[in-house]
């Protein structure tokens, strides 16, 4: 039997391996699978019938016994077949088993004559059960040029296959592969409007089909349900359906159907029908123009929105009523709702705005905060607040919410203005109360306020004071004193216009009237001729003209009934006429600013003379012909109270100089009256007792707690004296007695400095009229300098008292060489730079003025470094 084998192989008779237990590409299983499915749902039924035919025909053509199409998935399935048993078709078996999965794996016609004999399919149960000897199939393969399947024709016994076989073989297999396409797609379809009939009863949409042609329009059920018809009651016309719309709804639909047809486009709309009981059905339908047969029709679904449009309805009614401006827009920045307040504040109606993109009806928001901040909330996904100022012609100040969401961005406006008025009008008045208040110089505050009334109140301001005593005549008297523009390049000609105005002015000038009568005086328009009518040709006119107002306001300021000042405002064209809100806050201003410049003035005048009776009480010192005394005195830079400190210098009957400095605690009359009383009781101690320093001290004390003098206070008292041998030698012996005062310092010849310190401090005057006091005793050369001075030289709030004594110490060692007087002016000034927290009394005493400066000779009469352990220094009992 294997003698007789002979092999051909495919169409040309080749041979080759078996290819037995292979599987199809995992594509090429799921055009199976699909093809089967087609073939086994009711629409595939007739295709199944079809590929009976197609077996049948091939099996007539090739003279065989049998033929057959197979599908190959995960197995073989038999689609159709001819000369098969009953049970055969539509069975499923092992594709392992096949002469079909051979025919597809090889991916070409497959021709046996002696199936027995060929090594390729000879073991396959087919071919060993005797059912195939001869055998012919080709692959059935999709567009993708993978085989899905096969058609063979096959005998028991074997045969020859011609050319022409395989030919004919192929040719019938693109027909079965065309009819199983048909099977597969109109299953899909099938699937496809089963799911659809699914999901429209699920959702309650409705189907219409418009013939524009004949104007036919068919509804489905539910269509008619949502319309309010019926199939009694509807025609078949889009009329029927129009009757049923909302009056204020059919137009819109009825032109975006005849849009939709003109473009052969689309259409979507949403409307109200107007149910029997008066109440409304929101539908919302939407459609496309489709070529049927090359006539247009419009097909599309409609569904009831009631549900979802209520909520929505009442949401736009509370909108509607809202005081917050609401503007919604789409993804483009098209606004799709605008409420009543959006509108007001906007100064258009919703017919203006809607439908039309933000950037477009709001100009001024491009390239502003506006923009930026809409853009950010855009991009980031997350709301944005803030405030910000639209300008002209709506000129407001708004809040706003930006919030982005999924069908673009939401906007809550907040109209400010009057908040933003408020606002920096107090910021406004909270400046100029900084600027009064920040400093004892009034005058220069008040000047200052030009510079705060420009821009806010007016485009330039000029201010006037007026001087504290009358004059004959307006005029004098009055000062401007400060100017600003808003336009920096006018600047200069508002400060020339400020030299010359005051002199132009005449009898019957506006700022005469508003001295006069205390009120102000407001001109709307024609400014600057009007001010030219009351201006002395020359200078101040031609000034005028170039600054050119058109609104002008002089407001006086008043303080404790008089005029003190004056507050000058002027408008341009473009600004218009002083407003009566920026008139009310001038108002306020000037109220504040006269009163500050009257309690200027009023402090002046107590300062004036709180200083004169702080001198009268401080004599000139004695001047003898063997040293110079300088005396100075310095009130406090932050006060108009009389202070308690004393300096003086006189002779006792022995002719010793005494030199003394005190401080009474206090900055009141009552403590002006006590240093005067100690202060005398000292010179007359002195001058009567002819004492030393401490005994002058011991007897202050008693005669204070005698007297009940009710105070404390501290001084030094320093005692010059020589005898005529230390005139000779040109030294002088001091002594010096220190209740609880800062240490005199002595400036030597040679330009050391060193403080005279005691042993130990000692009580203030006023707290034990027991106490033992100390007297120190030492020899100063020639030409050496003693200083004595009162605390406020030395102290500060904001530095300790050593640290004052440091510096006392070093200026007067950079100042050694200087005349007296210079000396005195120049201490001051260093030690009091920004003023002084307290009264400064400081004397200072040169021993034996000389023409011209001697060398200084080191010796045993020069203060040494340390003064209280010095052998020179000498205690005295008291």
């Known amino acids: 039997m ?47 019938s079809a590929l009976d035919r197609i077996t049948g025909l091939a099996a007539r053509l090739m003279g065989a016994s049998a033929s057959q199409v197979s599908l190959l998935s995960d197995v073989q399935t038999i689609a159709g077949g001819a000369g098969l048993a009953p049970s055969a078709v539509g069975s499923e078996g092992p594709l392992a088993d096949s002469l079909c999965t051979v025919t597809a794996d090889l991916g070409g016609p497959l021709v046996v004559t002696d199936a027995a004999c060929d090594d390729r399919v000879r073991g396959l149960p087919p071919v060993t059960s005797g059912a195939v000897g001869a055998y012919l199939g080709v692959p059935l393969a999709g567009d993708d040029g993978l085989p899905f399947g096969a058609l063979c024709v096959f005998d028991p016994v074997p045969r020859t296959w011609s050319p022409s076989d395989v030919a004919v073989l192929e040719e019938l297999a693109r027909a079965v592969v065309a009819e199983l396409e048909l099977a597969a797609l109109s299953a899909d379809r099938r699937a496809d409007r089963a799911r659809w009939e699914l999901a429209a009863v699920a959702g309650g949409v409705g189907t219409f089909d418009l013939d524009p042609a004949t104007g036919a329009l068919v509804l489905d059920d539910r269509l008619l349900e949502l319309s309010d018809l019926d199939r009694d009651s ?86 509607e009523g809202l005081a917050v401006a609401f503007i919604a827009m789409d993804t483009d920045w098209v606004m799709t709702h605008v409420n009543a307040e959006a509108e007001r504040i906007a100064g258009h109606g919703r ?91 009034a005058e220069d505050a008040v000047a200052r306020l030009a510079r705060l009334a420009v821009p806010e109140l007016a485009d330039w301001c000029l201010v006037t004071l007026v001087g504290d005593e009358p004059h004959h005549g307006f ?10 523009h808003t336009d920096p390049g006018l600047l200069p000609v508002v400060e020339a216009y400020a030299r010359e105005r005051i002199p132009a002015l005449t009898d019957t000038s506006f700022v005469a009237r ?32 170039r600054l050119s107002p058109s609104s002008f306001a002089v407001v006086p300021l008043r303080g404790r009934g008089r005029t003190v000042g004056l507050l000058s405002l002027f408008n341009g064209p473009a600004r ?17 600013a006269g009163l500050a410049l009257d309690n200027a003035r009023l402090y002046r005048q107590q300062r004036q003379l709180a200083e004169g009776l702080q001198r009268s009480l401080l004599t000139a010192p004695a001047q003898p012909d063997h040293v110079q005394v300088v005396v100075r005195y310095t009130p406090a830079a932050e006060t108009a109270q009389v202070g308690g400190d004393w300096h003086d210098a006189f002779l006792q009957p022995s002719g010793s100089m005494i030199v003394t400095v005190g401080d009474v605690l206090g900055h009141n009359t009552e403590a002006a009256a006590a240093m005067g009383q100690i202060r005398s009781m000292l010179r007359a101690i002195a001058v009567t007792t002819g004492a030393g320093p401490a005994e002058i001290l011991r007897r202050v004390d008693e005669a204070m707690t005698t007297l009940q003098v009710d105070t404390t206070a501290t001084a030094v008292v320093v005692r010059l004296q020589q005898t005529e041998d230390e005139a000779a030698r040109g030294v002088t012996e001091v002594h010096w007695s ?63 008292l050593d640290d004052g004594l440091d510096r006392l110490h070093r200026s007067l060692e950079e100042l ?15 030690m009091l730079q920004g003023g002084s927290d307290d009264d400064v009394a400081l004397v200072a005493v040169r021993l034996h003025r000389q023409d011209r400066p001697r060398p200084v000779e080191a010796g045993p009469n020069r203060i040494p470094d340390d003064v209280a352990d010095s052998p020179d220094v000498i205690p005295q009992p008291d």
Request: hydrophobic letters at 40%.
């Open 234 to 319: 509807f025609s078949g016309r889009s009329e029927d359906v129009y009757a049923h719309v909302h009056p204020d709804d059919v137009g819109d639909v009825a032109a975006r159907v005849g849009h939709a047809l003109a473009t052969a486009g689309s259409y979507e709309a949403e409307y109200r029908i107007v149910l029997a009981d008066g109440r409304h059905r929101w539908v919302a339908a939407r459609g496309r123009v489709v070529e049927d047969g090359g006539a247009p029709r419009l097909v599309g679904v409609a569904h009831d929105t009631t549900a979802q449009r209520e909520p929505m309805q009442r949401t736009a009614e509370l909108l």
């Open 514 to 545: 508003a001295l006069g009568t205390g009120r102000p005086v407001v001109i709307e328009e024609e400014a600057t001729a009007r001010i030219r009518e009351v201006l002395v040709p020359g200078p101040a006119h031609e000034l005028l003209e």
């Open 2 to 48: 294997r003698g007789r084998c002979r092999l051909e192989g495919d169409a040309t008779g080749a041979g080759g391996p078996p290819r037995v237990g292979l599987r199809p590409s995992s594509s090429a299983a799921a055009a199976g699978r699909r093809f089967a499915r087609g073939l086994r749902t009711p629409s595939g039924s007739g295709n199944g």
């Open 816 to 830: 050694a060489g200087r005349d007296l007087d210079e000396l005195c002016d120049e201490l001051l000034a260093r």
């Open 475 to 484: 005029r004098r008297g009055l000062r401007d004193v400060g100017w600003w």
């Open 576 to 592: 218009g006429a002083i407003s009566a809100e920026a008139l009310a806050t001038v108002a306020d201003i000037a109220a504040r």
């Open 351 to 441: 017919s203006r705005l809607l439908g039309r993109s933000l950037w477009e009806a709001f100009p001024a928001t491009v390239g502003t905060a506006f923009e930026d901040n809409y853009r950010r909330a855009a991009a980031t996904g997350q709301p944005v607040v803030f405030d910000a100022h639209y300008p002209a012609p709506l000129d407001v100040w708004v809040e706003v919410r930006a919030v982005p969401g999924p069908h673009g961005i939401a906007l809550y406006f907040l109209d400010i203005t009057e908040r933003v008025r408020l606002q920096r009008r107090s910021e406004l008045l909270g400046q100029v109360t900084a600027e009064l208040t920040g400093t004892l110089d």
């Open 738 to 800: 220190n209740a609880g005062h800062p240490p005199p310092m002595v400036i030597n010849p040679d330009g050391t400095v060193l403080p005279l310190n005691g042993i130990r401090p000692e009580l203030l005057l006023g707290v034990d009229d027991t106490a033992r006091r100390s007297e120190f005793a030492v020899t100063l050369d020639r030409d050496a300098t003693l200083v004595l001075y009162t605390d406020g030289l030395i102290e500060r709030r904001d530095q300790h």
